[in-house]
């Protein structure tokens, strides 16, 4: 299975032969739908051209601290990666990666990054023997580097021994797999994403600003965990994850409708979609004619879904979002009584906040605990979400309860 799609790859290069692999690498790193940095380090310039990386990628690319403009490139780029990976990993760079080196803008970069690290080393058969490469790589993975290959075979110098490179095909597929988790194995998630569309007459709507980013990131981080998911999205320009069941709608009723149809044997609800809480009394038929000074739109109460679901008798564990642009402990911890449901996830939304952006800030309140999840890209928002989600409702007894039906009518 390929779980690429819109990760960020941050692709080191370092000079040894192999790096005329990395232009291939980069390619099908794209192909599987990533998105890739790549920072050479200056001898890696001797074997393959930054143009070419740049022009393969779509992305600057970077090498020495004269391209960290900012002066903080180093750390964004740290902060910036799903996954970091060294391929070529030369013997000097497993070293000073070993021993903590931060004299180039890879290096730093490694020593910033909170992302996962792996390497791909690449080197003559007896420097890969030597003990001291050997030690560094037992360093590395002590401290959790993931180190892939070397493959055995013959080498470029004509000796024959471990330290080729393995390809970029098997290089791609470890970095897929290391998205992937069993954390929720066996079990329906159903999601829903995106903005209603509440008609007033056939070509005007009631709607809000929501992308389906965070609900569509939440999809895809549920499939890497193993899930069957089904995504109930309101109209968005994104695409449904692989693997992931999708239904599109339009309105409020059409959401609850297809959401109801989705709930057989559904194991966890996560409503991430930006609901209308009211639509048009009475949708025209016809297009509105602009004829008085003032026009009176009646509305009523749209179904709430969430509401709806947390409800039922057989149930799934409920998970509703709180936008809110204010008192946001206090209104999520609300919301959760009123709703009914075992979490909620609350966001602040406003100008650049929330709706829209690519990134987001996250706080979670479940009965007994509370957890923030502090701004960072919404893909990686969602894994951490799905990775808690799981925990609670893996622990025995579960750690997700909903509110008492009478804490529910008193808030
Ligand atoms: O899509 P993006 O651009 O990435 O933006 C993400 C987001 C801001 C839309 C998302 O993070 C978010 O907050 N989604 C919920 C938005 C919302 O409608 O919040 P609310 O506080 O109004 O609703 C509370 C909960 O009830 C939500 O789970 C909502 O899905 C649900 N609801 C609301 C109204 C309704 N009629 N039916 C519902 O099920």
Redesign the pocket.
């Known amino acids: 299975m390929n779980f690429m799609a819109k990760k960020r790859i941050l692709l080191g290069v370092s000079g040894g032969i192999a790096a005329y692999k990395s232009a291939e690498l980069v390619r099908r790193l794209r192909t599987a739908g990533a998105v890739v940095r790549v920072v050479m380090t200056r001898s890696a310039k001797e074997f393959v051209t930054a143009t070419t990386l740049h022009t393969l990628s779509g992305e600057p690319v970077w090498s020495d601290w004269s391209d960290d403009k900012s002066g903080m490139d180093h750390i964004e780029l740290a902060r910036w990666a799903d996954r970091i990976l060294i391929a070529p990993a030369t013997a000097d760079t497993l070293a000073r990666i070993a021993h903590g080196r931060a004299d180039d803008l890879l290096t730093a970069i490694c020593l910033a990054t909170e992302a996962p690290l792996a390497v791909a080393p690449a080197m003559n058969q007896a420097m890969w023997n030597n003990k001291a490469t050997q030690a560094n790589v037992d360093t590395l993975r002590e401290r959790g580097v993931r180190v892939w290959g070397p493959a055995t075979g013959e080498q470029a110098c004509g000796e024959t021994g471990p330290g080729r490179m393995l390809e970029p095909d098997a290089l791609v597929q470890r970095l897929s797999d290391s998205f992937a988790n069993g954390r929720l194995a066996g079990l329906k998630v159903v999601i ?4 209603t569309r509440e008609p007033v007459d056939p070509v005007r709507y009631l709607s ?8 569509y ?1 939440i999809a895809q981080a549920a499939h890497e965990a193993g899930a069957q998911v089904e995504l109930v999205s309101g109209p ?1 320009a994104l695409q449904a994850p692989d693997g992931v069941t999708l239904t599109r709608v339009e309105s ?1 009723s059409d959401m ?1 409708r297809a959401v109801m149809v989705c709930l057989e044997d559904c194991d966890l609800f996560i ?7 009211y639509r048009p009394v009475e949708p025209q038929a016809r297009k509105i004619k602009k004829q008085a000074a003032e026009l009176l739109l009646r509305l009523e ?9 947390a409800a039922l008798k057989s149930r799934p564990v409920c998970i ?5 642009t204010e008192n946001l402990q206090e209104y999520a911890q609300k ?1 959760r009584m009123q ?1 009914g449901v075992e979490m ?4 602040r ?1 406003g100008a650049g906040l ?4 690519d990134d ?1 800030e ?1 706080w979670l309140v479940w009965e007994g605990g509370s957890r923030w999840l502090p701004k960072a890209p ?1 893909t990686r928002l969602a894994c951490q979400l799905i990775e808690q989600i799981a925990d609670l409702y893996l622990k025995q007894p579960s750690g997700l309860k909903a509110p008492e039906p009478h804490a529910k009518h008193s808030a």
Not at 192 to 195: L, N, S, V, Y
Not at 271 to 277: F, H, M, Y
Request: zero cysteines; aromatic letters at 6%.
């Open positions: 829903t994403a995106g903005p809000n600003r929501s992308s389906g980013k965070m609900g990131a968005v409020a609850f409503g991430a979609a930006a609901v209308a809480d109460p749209a179904p709430d879904i969430l509401a709806a679901v509703g979002f709180a936008a809110e919301k709703k909620i996830v609350a966001n939304v929330g709706f829209e952006t987001n996250l919404k």
